[in-house]
């Protein structure tokens, strides 16, 4: 009985299915507690079931759109300038690592004000940016950038130094060219970092985009986020944008988790 | 061993010293006064610590000396080495993980602008000698450590080096290998007539394999004693079997200063 159970809990599916059901518990418990001290007209923290409904149901929340129609059609714009902003603060990331590795000095100077830069919180930053931007949409790219270029810069960094003294001397050995030690030796060798950056910055990069259309109005899922918790909304669509992205960040995780192993053979072990 | 031969390698009062965490002096290596002909094969022998390493990396151009210098060919180590004359097998196998066992032998054919049809040709054949043909689309993580090793070994073969600096390549590997390996370094060595600078700390091994036997002495670590191995080539395993072979290897054992290894 106990084998039994020891093969089950370390199948992959078990886990995932026991870590499922630990959350609905905890909810539901939380959601009835909530009731039970709260009398508002909406539950803040609805039973499961009525959040499910609330995502099928036909139902207008807005002039003209249902509760899951609203989300679908904010979270287009809101993933847009997120994914904008991911892959803009990666690709940044990248080469202010490169070049952090190629000169010492730089490190030295850049470093502290990158950590700088990522002290200063979202909700400090986003009037910065607009103020210097003008425009409400480019700062709300710059942002997710900004977000997602620092956990980028750093592990790619840290993946350019985890190679080994014996590598350069093998390359010393050699005569090879600068340019020839990071295309062959240095950028393979901090890939796996970089993907992890990567993973570390995609969920940052979706968090900043809604947490900043929230300070800035004009559409998006912030927006939509704010006036339901301002009971503008059916607080149903609140839960519908925390479950979704949450969804999405996992996706996203996933994803480039499928792109990592589809460019790094050497990681599927035969 | 009458006819005059030319000296492909010389060194020169060659002294390195480190500085230790504490910031002392560590004399890895003084007064080392060298000769090496060319197409020879020398033995570097000694204890762990008595700088065999060291004057590997010397001659490599991998480290500076503190002392002395230096002559390779005329030049200077920098200038043979940017030349590409060196083949180096490292103590510790350096493979890159995300290149397959050919891959890897390859890369230093890359880099040196081999073409591709005769990269893969030669590391298919480097793999063939080292018995891992079979394994060349593997990657380094899927090797055991002895295979690992020869895959180094395979690398360093594959580039044809004028002088072939190997440190240590066999001690990891089992009997049956190292002795497949010896015969085979043996044949590719006449057949290229290359200079090769054997690192090993097992007398037997440097005695079957060398013309001259360095004997290295530690702290400091120096030059004792240079034995000279005359016996016959090409040599067969039966060799180790010969009493001269024996006499040799009780010759070499007893030129160590300071005890035996
Ligand atoms: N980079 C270094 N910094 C400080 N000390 C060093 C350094 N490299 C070697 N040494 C010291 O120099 C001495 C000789 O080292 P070396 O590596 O040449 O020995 P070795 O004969 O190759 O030993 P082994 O058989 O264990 O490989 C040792 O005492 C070692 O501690
Ligand atoms: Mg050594």
């Known amino acids: ?270 | 061993m009458s006819e005059v031969r030319d000296i492909e390698i010389k060194t020169r009062e060659l002294g390195v010293t480190f500085q230790d965490n504490a910031g002392r002096d560590v004399t890895a290596l003084t007064g080392v006064n060298l000769e090496i002909y060319k197409g020879e094969f020398i033995t570097l022998l000694g204890p762990s610590g008595c700088g065999k390493t060291t004057l590997l990396r010397s001659i490599a151009d991998l480290q500076k000396p503190t002392t002395g210098d230096v002559h390779i060919q005329g030049m200077t180590p920098k200038e043979v080495r940017l030349q590409q004359k060196f083949g180096f097998v490292f103590q510790q196998p350096v493979l890159f993980d995300w290149r397959t066992v050919k891959k890897n032998v390859e890369l230093p054919m890359e880099i040196m602008g081999y073409s591709k049809g005769e990269r893969s040709d030669r590391a298919d054949e480097m793999l063939e000698m080292v018995g891992l043909k079979d394994f060349a689309n593997h990657y380094p993580n899927q090797l055991s450590g002895g295979m690992q090793q020869r895959a180094n070994i395979a690398r360093a073969f594959g580039l044809d080096p004028d002088i072939l600096l190997m440190d240590e390549p066999f001690s990891a590997l089992d009997e049956f290998t190292k002795e497949k390996l010896h015969e085979d370094l043996l044949r590719i060595w006449r057949a290229t007539n290359k200079t090769i600078l054997f690192v090993t700390h097992n007398i037997q091994e440097g005695v079957f394999l060398s013309d001259r036997v360095c004997v290295l002495s530690p702290h400091p670590g120096r030059l004792s004693a240079i034995v000279d191995i005359d016996i016959e080539r090409p040599r067969t395993l039966e060799v180790k079997e010969s009493s001269y072979f024996n006499e040799l290897v009780t010759k070499v054992r007893n030129s160590f200063e300071g005890g035996s290894v």
């Open chain 1, 1 to 270: 009985m106990k084998e039994k159970f020891e093969v089950l809990t370390n199948k992959k599916w078990f886990s995932s299915l026991l870590w499922i059901l630990l959350l609905i518990i905890a909810w539901e418990v939380g959601a009835f507690v909530v009731a039970n001290t709260k009398r508002i007209p909406e539950n803040v923290l609805p039973h499961l079931y009525q959040i499910i409904i609330a995502g099928f149901s036909t139902d207008k929340v807005t002039g003209d759109m249902t509760a899951t129609q609203a989300v679908l059609s904010s979270a287009a714009q809101t993933l847009l300038r997120g994914f904008l902003g991911f892959v803009l603060g990666a690709a940044i990331g990248f080469v202010f690592a490169l070049v952090m590795k190629m000169s010492g000095v730089l490190e030295k100077v850049l470093f502290p004000y990158l950590m700088l830069i990522q002290l200063i919180p979202v909700l400090g930053l986003a009037p910065i940016v607009l103020a210097i931007t003008g425009d409400i949409n480019v700062s709300r790219v710059i942002i997710a950038a900004i977000l997602s270029f620092y956990p980028v810069a750093t592990n790619t960094l840290a993946g350019f130094k985890s190679v080994e003294k014996e590598k350069y001397d093998l390359m010393f050995i050699c005569a090879a060219k600068p340019h020839v030690i990071y295309t062959k030796v240095l950028i393979p060798a901090a890939l796996p970092y970089f993907f992890t950056g990567l993973k570390i910055a995609a969920p940052m990069a979706v968090t900043a985009s809604i947490l900043v259309d929230t300070l800035q109005g004009d559409g998006g899922l912030g927006c939509l986020l704010s006036q339901s918790l301002k009971h503008a909304m059916s607080i149903y669509v609140f839960w519908l944008i925390v479950f979704f992205s949450a969804f999405v960040g996992i996706l996203v995780g996933k994803v480039i988790g499928w792109i990592e192993y589809g460019v790094s053979p050497w990681k599927r072990r035969a």
